[in-house]
């Protein structure tokens, strides 16, 4: 008579819950479990199979949740936004490039380490709220190590890069040293904080502003810096006619049509915004399996005019690794989703355009596979990462029966319904509050630094109505 097998000792299992895996076959499994131990998944499947295979030190009752893998942000400025969220960038008739030199930049470049810390901070627990378990950074960091810090304490996995830009401007400042200078920056934030085959919760990617920013010298640099440690780099580029203007009077060729002749293409690169590309930028893109992220809400109250020439549904449908990012202008990546779908079905009169799946596969599944992160996370598979979240399906915005969980969670499901959130098997929200680091404290201490910030600048406070 053989023995019979021994349990899989686990610490935690999450019983009756459904289960939207992600797996290869996109399985749903109603009734199910998920354990982990340690930072593992190490079973997942029907609850009575787990209860007779696995034993659990701590057992949850799931059954008025959904569960899913972590969303990904591929796209969120960490630091610079969260402390003035509400300042009005701009004047009334200055141009976006006015806007952007006159307000915007001098808001980065006035924060100190202390501001950064905090920002990063409040923009990972907002993230980590809506279910963001994975961001990438949108390469405008300044003060890495502060950063870094602050983002260690929150337990969120990120990819962060300090503010990169290698063009001279100036003719009389010499362009091989600015290019020679920014490398460096890129060389030092790779070593130090080393993304150990995707293993590191946190690590440094050579991340670009991007536009007409860096040079070839510094944008071949990253590419090569990727290629050797298996990283990825990411840049802004052609959300308006301005970038295509540019390259087009320098180079004579549009932006992604200059970086395939220079070989800085590719299955590593993961460009921001892309509304303002052409056909023959579509088939680079696509050939050279580049990532490209959307960011929906950018977009719309940026004028891009995504919905009249933007090309992200050719882009899914040619297999292209579509993502979504919040660009700091709203937490929220499953509203950013939403918003996108909605988008471009009104501007094609398609309804049927870019269904409930689809949105969940940007949100999860295509960042952890451009990321180079789909052997980590991307799934609730035995062997992945615990980065997982529970979605409370006992809410009145849920309705009655759950009849197509995935479905109700990509377009009707409340995005404030997270409940709780695991990354790297820590439970890092339960019932809607952080565990890991005082928010009633961090808030206080923002509030405090975001005004400080704008008294350093000097910079008016507008606002449409007047405040008494």
């Known amino acids: 008579m053989s023995e019979p097998s021994p349990l899989l000792d686990a610490e935690v299992m999450i019983a009756g819950a459904t289960l939207i895996t992600m797996n290869a076959v996109r399985e749903v499994i109603e009734d199910g479990a998920i354990a982990i131990a340690g930072d593992r998944i190490v079973a997942v499947g029907k609850r009575e199979a787990l209860a007779r295979t696995v034993k659990a030190a701590s057992v949850i009752d799931g059954r008025r949740f959904a569960v899913t893998p972590g969303f990904v942000d591929a796209h969120i400025h960490i630091t610079g936004d969260p402390l003035t969220r509400g300042f009005a960038r701009g004047a009334p008739g200055e141009t976006w490039s006015e806007k952007l030199q006159r307000w915007v930049i001098p808001l980065f470049r006035a924060q100190t380490a202390e501001d950064e810390k905090l920002a990063a901070q409040c923009a990972a627990l907002a993230m980590i709220r809506y279910g963001t378990t994975t961001f990438v950074e949108a390469g405008t960091v300044l003060k890495l190590d502060a950063v870094m810090e602050g983002l260690s304490e929150t337990g969120i996995r990120g990819r962060v890069g300090e503010w990169v830009e290698g063009r001279a401007y100036d003719p009389a400042l010499d362009q091989a040293k600015v290019s020679a200078d920014a490398i460096k920056i890129l060389e030092s934030e790779v070593a130090r904080y080393p993304d150990r085959g995707g293993e590191a919760r946190l690590a440094a990617w050579p991340l670009l502003v991007g536009h007409s920013t860096n040079s070839d010298e510094v944008w071949l640099a990253a590419k090569t810096l990727a290629d050797d440690h298996d990283l990825r780099v990411s840049a802004h580029m052609s959300p308006r006619a301005g970038d295509p203007a540019w390259f087009l009077e320098r180079y004579n060729r549009r932006p992604l049509e200059h970086l395939a002749d220079i070989g800085a293409l590719g299955e590593r690169i993961m460009l921001t915004h892309l509304a303002d590309i052409d056909r023959s930028e579509l088939e680079l893109l696509v050939a050279s399996g580049a990532g490209a992220i959307h960011c929906p809400h950018a977009a719309l109250q940026g004028g891009f005019g995504v919905a009249h020439i933007g090309l992200f549904p050719e882009m899914l449908e040619r297999g292209v690794d579509v993502m979504l990012g919040t660009d700091g202008m709203a937490a929220d990546i499953l509203g950013s989703g939403r918003l996108m779908a909605s988008l471009f079905r009104d501007a094609r009169c398609d309804q049927e355009l870019i269904p409930a799946t689809t949105v969940l596969e940007m949100a999860i599944l295509n960042p952890a596979r451009a990321m180079g992160l789909s052997h ?52 890092v929200l339960e019932d809607g509050r952080p565990t890991l680091i005082d928010q009633d404290k961090l808030m206080a201490d923002a509030r405090q630094a975001g005004r400080a910030l704008i008294a350093r600048t000097g910079l008016p406070n507008r606002t449409p109505w007047p405040i008494s």
Do not use: C, M, Y
């Open 376 to 427: 980590r996370i991307g799934s609730l598979e035995p062997g992945k990462k615990a980065d997982f979240v529970l979605h409370d399906t006992w809410l009145p915005d849920w309705g009655g029966p759950v009849f197509d969980v995935v479905n109700q969670l990509a377009f009707s499901a409340p995005s404030s319904g997270v409940h709780s959130v695991w990354i790297d098997g820590v439970r």
